[in-house]
């Protein structure tokens, strides 16, 4: 193949640039470049290997992106089993192991190298001749989950090893997949716009996800990974310290927060140093790790039945407290996501007097089976946000009843709802006070109707004196005007620019103001497949639940979304409101009426385009009516062949399906 050669040496160049970049960025925390450039790199990377799959490597950094998803994961059996260690609570257990340490160890001098516990999950990495080839859960302890396609998403497990260790040709890492607090947090405010589950801690949405079937789902989520334990032939290898040390050098993530421990006084003083400053770390630990450095000490002390006698988990006391739970109200979201909230007579928690905590939704509580009335035990993790976690079922009292949810909203007496399959419950009525505020900051974002100063601050301004009610009476502000440059902190300028803003977005095609509308699941893409499909609010509203769902890319769930919402009689009036100010409520430009030589053609590209990158080409296409698929099949109707283009193009020959060159593709370009 031509100029086969100086493609691999790209593709080299990228692999390097990139793991670079990616162990900057998640390893050190030390990011050289910007994000775009990254994912320029990135993508210049998918597009060469796409059109040359044959030259693909299971360490490229494309890896990450996820591959096809798996039915079911191979069970995998580890070399040496994988431990779990015995757990203590107090100083004085502590004081005791370091007396059996010292015992089995007679004369000899030892030390303690003293870790963080990591709440996350615990996995295994098997690399030989410096790749990744095998990652898997703890399992059992005998035997696991193979998940190395999902561990291979994790940015900071490195595909390939950065040095080399003499005597390291095959080695095994184990180490712990955890979720920062703030991601979780904002993971969680996505699912909750998009209708989703949530989690219920940084930890169970680690483990959770690991063990999604989907690789892409996977590496949109936010893991990281530290490595904790090197484990190699015998005889390479002496104490854990230098362990740490290997590890760090080849390029694994490994705590900054380890230290030696010279006695057992050093040990429990970092234990309590930990204790009062866990809150100050980005992810939760719920105690320390306190191991014996020397592996020829770790070998003499062994292991009896599950855990080493070398080393042990030093917890901290849980932030739990039992209480009283006096009631259940609801509280409402920004996006009418309803929570049952516990209303717990005051107790004091963690170094805070707690009185209420979530209940998270209905089944949980169905679950506990938690009645008001009931003794509870309230946890608090590393969230701020306490929870209670069970029920004292011995201290239940007669009469108690469990508990049934309310059919309407606290907040403004709206029928509330909880569609199928799903664990929230919805308050639907997008004028529900609670909600205002959330769903105009939606609708004038960025990526929606886009109106410049309209933000947080304003529109909590603007909301607390009742001149925004809902979507519709940002189009009546103008009428406000006297009003407004009265206020503080406004002007005539500033209200000015504020109305320009507003009248400007009216231009907003109907696809964003669809997306702007916040109904639950219509994203941009969602958005976009409505307007193709029925291009006006008129034909939306009219159509049925089944032609909803006939459209391809709208399940169900979506479909009974937008029926929900177009029939609620507050939103109809809104966008009635909406038309009169006049918004765009319709597609302008019918793209599909227009024909052009792509229109409802499916085009697949393959090889290097001289004149057009292939994002841009595949712009090109769509813009025509056209659609890009990524693979070839009997579905498609042309394949664009490009330079060195490998299997495609022998697969559309295969099939029989007309190729164009590069010149063709041109020209029929131009003439649609
Ligand atoms: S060492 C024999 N070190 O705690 C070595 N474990 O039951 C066993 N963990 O399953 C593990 N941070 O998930 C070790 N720095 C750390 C750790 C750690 C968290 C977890 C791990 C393990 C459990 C111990």
Not at 321 to 326: E, N, S, V, Y
Not at 513 to 528: E, K, W, Y
Request: some cysteine; overall charge neutral; glycine content about 8%.
């Amino acid at each position: 193949m031509a100029g086969s050669a100086s493609i691999v040496k790209r593709l080299e160049g990228l692999r390097a640039q990139l793991r670079e970049h990616d162990y900057r960025y998640y390893v050190l925390a030390q990011p050289a470049i910007a994000d775009e450039e990254y994912d320029r790199l990135l993508r210049e990377l998918l597009d060469l290997e796409s059109a040359h799959p044959d030259l693909v490597t299971p360490d490229s950094p494309s890896q990450r992106v996820g591959g096809q998803p798996t039915k079911e994961f191979p069970t995998v059996v580890h070399d040496v089993p994988m431990l779990s260690l015995s757990n203590t609570y107090n100083e004085e257990e502590v004081r005791d192991f370091d007396r059996r340490v010292g015992s089995a160890l007679g004369d000899e001098t030892y030390r303690y190298v003293c870790e963080l516990k990591v709440d996350g999950v615990a996995v295994s990495l098997v690399y030989r001749d410096a790749m990744l080839l095998r990652g898997a859960t703890r399992g059992d302890g005998t035997q696991g989950d193979d998940i190395t396609q999902n561990l291979k998403t994790i940015r900071s497990v490195p595909l390939r090893l950065m040095g080399k260790k003499k005597g390291l040709a095959e080695f095994e890492v184990r180490g712990e997949v955890f979720m920062k607090r703030d991601d979780f947090r904002r993971m969680n405010a996505e699912r909750e716009l998009a209708g989703e589950k949530l989690f219920i801690n940084p930890r169970n949405s680690a483990a959770g996800t690991l063990k999604l079937q989907d690789p892409k789902v996977v590496a949109s989520r936010p893991l990281n990974f530290v490595a904790y334990y090197l484990r190699a032939g015998s005889g390479t290898l002496t104490s854990h310290h230098d362990n740490l040390a290997i590890l760090r050098d080849l390029g694994f993530p490994v705590s900054r927060e380890t230290r030696i421990c010279r006695n057992v006084e050093a040990v429990v003083e970092y234990w309590r140093d930990w204790e009062t400053r866990r809150d100050s770390l980005p992810y939760d630990i719920d105690g320390v790790v306190v191991k014996v450095d020397a592996l020829r000490h770790q070998e003499r002390l062994g292991t009896i039945a599950k855990s080493p006698r070398w080393a042990i988990a030093f917890k901290f006391a849980s932030r739990q407290a039992t209480t009283t739970l006096k009631a259940i109200t609801l509280q409402v979201g920004r996006v009418g996501t309803i929570t049952p909230v516990a209303e717990l007579e005051p107790v004091f928690l963690g170094g805070t007097t707690v009185s209420r905590a979530t209940l998270h939704n209905e089944d949980y509580i169905k679950e506990l089976d938690i009645r008001p009335g009931d003794t509870v035990v309230v946890e608090k993790g590393g969230d701020v946000i306490p929870k209670v976690s069970s029920v004292v079922k011995e201290k239940r009292k007669g009469g108690t009843k469990p508990f049934t949810m309310p059919s309407e909203c606290p907040e403004c007496g709206s029928k509330i709802s909880r569609p199928e399959g799903e664990a929230s419950t919805y308050c639907e009525n997008s004028e529900c006070s609670a909600q205002l505020r959330g769903r105009i900051e939606h609708f004038a974002h960025r990526g929606a109707m886009d109106i410049e100063g309209l933000g947080e601050a304003v529109v909590d301004q603007l909301a607390a004196l009742g001149y925004v009610n809902n979507y519709a009476d940002l189009y009546e502000l103008h009428r406000k005007r006297g009003a407004l440059i009265k206020l503080d902190r406004w002007g005539e300028k500033s209200v000015e620019n504020l109305l320009l803003a507003v009248e400007k977005s009216k231009e907003r095609p109907f696809g964003r103001l669809l997306f702007a509308l916040g109904i639950r699941h219509v994203g941009t893409s969602v958005a976009q497949l409505i307007v193709d499909r029925f291009q006006s609010m008129e034909a939306l509203k009219n159509a049925t639940f089944e032609e909803l769902q006939s459209v391809q890319g709208i399940g169900p769930r979506i479909a009974e979304s937008i029926t929900r919402f177009l029939e609620d009689k507050h939103n109809r009036k809104i966008i009635e409101r909406l038309a009169k100010s006049g918004l765009t409520l319709e597609e302008k430009k019918k793209r599909s009426t227009r024909q052009t030589p792509f229109t409802g053609k499916t085009i697949v590209l393959t090889g290097t385009l001289a004149a057009y990158g292939r994002e841009e080409a595949k712009a090109l296409v769509e813009e025509r009516g056209g659609h890009v698929s990524s693979s070839v099949s009997t579905k498609t109707d042309f394949v664009i062949v490009g330079l060195d283009a490998g299997s495609k193009l022998d697969k559309a020959k295969k099939l029989g399906i007309r190729t164009l060159e590069e010149e063709e593709f041109i020209k029929l370009l131009k003439s649609g």
